[in-house]
């Protein structure tokens, strides 16, 4: 009965594989310093969304090894079913005021709350306006939605007007999706004319600050400030921030919080450690920044928006490639391929943590214009 399937699957593994696009699994253990272990060989990872090192600094460990003592290394169901454990509790009420909201909600990763919060708001009959560089989850939430979904060009602000012009009068409610700092280049949202025009038609926006928390100045705020645990906070979970009758609206109506299991206290001890590093140690949460800029000049790029900076190469052989020659030369900076980004515009992406040090960021620069000075000249 599985040939087929079997069959199903090697044909379109031999169709990823003809156009460089097959994904595989890497044993790698992450260190402290920024470092990694793949194969025997320690190499220095700009691949880690730990902006801040904090996954490995003692107080987060100390802090989830104590919650992993008293609270054991589950929550056992639904927080609805089995009760809020305390770590929980005390992680929202940090988010909340570190966002200046009234309340906040942890969901068990920044995908499934993104799953959850849009169709919980919106269905038929609404309007969802999403940026089109907007991150995967937040697509699958508008679809799940049953709302009408509606791209507008990045950062595309007429766009997004004339959009709204064109189509409030004929949708309930409208939801307009963005990002602080988009995942693959790095950039940020105009987020205070986003909102200007929200408030203009009367529309609710979202925004995903997985990559920006802690790391960038947030600027504006949105009603809706969704992000995770597992970038900036070095643990794991998601978490929205909004009213209290917005999170309490959505504590019985998003599936992916009142249907899943609750995150691990161990987990939410972590981020509650880290999230009181990045409030504490203002000069540390500014160095990711400040070393993607030192990239950024080193190599003519422009100016570094954020923590991440694209390399763009085009086609994804050769992505692979550069990521292969800067493993070789002991720099991990994995190739991001379609369907991530789009065809033609595979990439290497370098993310910088406060873990980084001058002298590795430099490395990886002379490193880029050794085996790219094509890349490095059209930037």
């Known amino acids: 009965m599985s040939d087929s399937l079997d069959a199903f699957a090697r044909d379109k593994l031999a169709d990823l594989d003809a156009a460089a696009l097959r994904r595989r699994l890497v044993t790698t253990a992450r260190g402290p310093g920024a470092r990694a272990e793949r194969e025997g060989r320690s190499l220095v990872s700009f691949s880690c969304n730990d902006y801040l090192g904090l996954a490995h600094d003692p107080r987060v460990i100390a802090a989830a090894t104590e919650a992993l003592a008293r609270y054991g290394a589950g929550t056992g169901a639904s927080r609805l079913v089995t009760g809020n454990a305390p770590p929980l509790v005390a992680l929202e009420e940090r988010l909340a005021r570190h966002k200046g909201k009234e309340a906040a909600l942890v969901f068990g990763s920044g995908y499934l709350a993104n799953l959850g919060i849009v169709p919980a708001l919106v269905g038929p009959g609404d309007l969802i306006l999403i940026d089109e560089l907007g991150h995967s989850c937040l697509f699958a939430g508008a679809r799940l939605s049953g709302a009408e979904v509606q791209r507008f060009p ?31 280049d790095g950039d940020r949202a105009p987020l205070a004319e986003i909102l200007a025009l929200a408030a203009e038609f009367d529309a ?102 954020s923590p991440i900076v694209p390399v763009l190469v085009g086609a994804a052989e050769a992505a692979l490639a550069l990521s292969a020659a800067l493993e070789a030369r002991g720099f991990l900076v994995v190739a991001i391929r379609p369907p991530t980004v789009a065809p033609g515009t595979a990439r290497l992406r370098v993310a910088f943590s406060a873990a980084h040090d001058e002298a590795q960021v430099d490395a990886l620069a002379a490193a880029l214009r050794d085996l790219a000075p094509d890349l490095v000249a059209a930037a």
Not at 162 to 179: K, S
Not at 253 to 262: N, Q, W
């Open 154 to 184: 990045h950062n595309g602000l007429e766009a997004l007007r004339a959009a709204l012009r064109a189509r409030r009068g004929a949708a309930r409610h409208v939801l307009i999706l963005t990002e602080r700092i988009f995942s693959m």
């Open 204 to 305: 609710w926006t979202l925004v995903d600050d997985a990559h920006g928390l802690g790391v960038v100045e947030p600027g504006a705020r949105a009603p809706l400030e969704m992000g995770t645990l597992s970038k900036t906070l070095g643990s794991y979970g998601g978490y929205l921030c909004a009213a209290r009758p917005v999170i309490d609206l959505l504590t019985s109506r998003a599936r992916s919080l009142v249907y899943t299991t609750g995150l691990p206290p161990a987990s939410a001890a972590a981020a509650l450690a880290a999230l009181t590093i990045v409030e504490t140690e203002p000069d540390w949460a500014a160095r990711p920044l400040a070393l993607a800029r030192r990239f950024t000049e080193r190599l003519g790029l422009p100016a570094a928006q």
